[in-house]
């Protein structure tokens, strides 16, 4: 067999034997790593698991961003406070009140300190006096003393009534919810039986607020009298005090006024109480305890 024959033998074979084959392409799934994956994500995918992160981070950001893409307003916040006006949210400046005020007398060496210390607050009182009188031509703290001390007899006149409108009239929007805190329930019986010292102003300020011509004054009064007062509990049992034993009280007792307000008026507005000053009587509190039986027990505990 020649040579030439022999290479078409071998050409016929392969053209034949090709044309039986079929071509197969294999599927094969292979998992990357996970830090091809994360390479391999969008833009948009990447900005998606960031903001996940921050979701958990932040669970109240989450829930504003689903109710502005739902197209609600999110509520506001609770820890804002109502500002008011008509009075200041605090006592500037307040007034330190001598140790043994009340008790010592001028001759003693206690007593010689106080007045030294009292000489030295007058140029103070007197310059924002004259601020005080530029909105009130007839304003002096002679007379001013005696209006305060019927300003304080009617507040806490109105107080054991719970008069809630005379009330608003005498104490400021700050000295109202210090005022009533606690005895919703509870019975007050106050007397003010008479002045052991004429009342005296000891302190007087004046501060602006927001802008200049906004002007607020304060005046701190010296009360120092007899008073009665005892305190019932919704159950009628005495909790504080007595209504026939007679106590003497030293007070300071802070008015303010919105001077430049066209309706302003001098009203309660905070109370001073020194460090020194003697602790009050335990407070005899009562609870209501389930008996044997059904029957309610009423207990009385000292606190």
């Known amino acids: 067999m020649s040579m030439s024959s022999r290479t078409l033998k071998v050409q016929q074979v392969a053209c034949l034997s090709s044309c039986w084959l079929i071509p197969v392409r294999h599927r094969t799934r292979i998992n990357p790593p996970k830090a091809t994956k994360k390479g391999r994500l969008l833009l948009k995918d990447q900005e998606r698991l960031k903001l996940k992160e921050e979701y958990k981070q932040d ?16 509520c506001p916040s609770f820890t804002e406070r109502a500002v008011t006006i008509t009075c200041t949210g605090e006592i500037f400046e307040p007034y330190v009140p001598p140790e043994g005020d009340g008790k010592a ?10 007045r030294l210390e009292r000489v030295k607050n007058i140029g103070v009182t007197q310059l924002n006096q004259r601020k005080i009188r530029q909105f009130e031509p007839e304003f002096t703290a002679s007379e001013f003393a005696w209006k305060a001390q019927k300003i304080f007899i009617d ?20 000295a ?20 052991i010292e004429k009342p005296r102003v000891v302190h007087i300020r004046t501060t602006d607020m927001i802008n200049k011509g906004n002007l607020y004054g304060q005046v701190t009064v010296r009360f120092h009298s007899k008073q009665t007062l005892a305190i019932y509990d919704r159950f009628g049992r005495i909790m504080l005090g007595s209504e026939d034993i007679p106590k003497d009280v030293l007070d300071y007792v802070v008015f303010e006024k ?25 407070v005899i509190q009562t609870m209501i305890m389930q008996g044997q039986g059904g029957e309610t027990d009423i207990a009385v505990e000292d606190r």
């Open 59 to 74: 669970p109240q950001k989450m829930l504003i961003e689903t109710l502005k893409k739902s197209g609600i307003k999110p």
């Open 105 to 114: 007398m001028s001759l003693t060496p206690e007593g010689a300190k106080q």
């Open 155 to 174: 507040a806490h006149n109105a107080l054991q009534d719970f008069d809630k409108n005379i009330l608003h009239q005498l104490a400021t929007e700050k």
């Open 176 to 195: 109202y919810p210090e005022m009533t805190k606690g005895f919703r329930f509870k019975t007050i019986r106050w007397k003010f039986l008479e002045s």
């Open 258 to 282: 919105h001077l430049s307000g066209l309706y302003g008026s001098w009203r309660i507005h905070g109370k001073i109480i020194p460090d020194w000053a003697s602790s009050l009587e335990p």
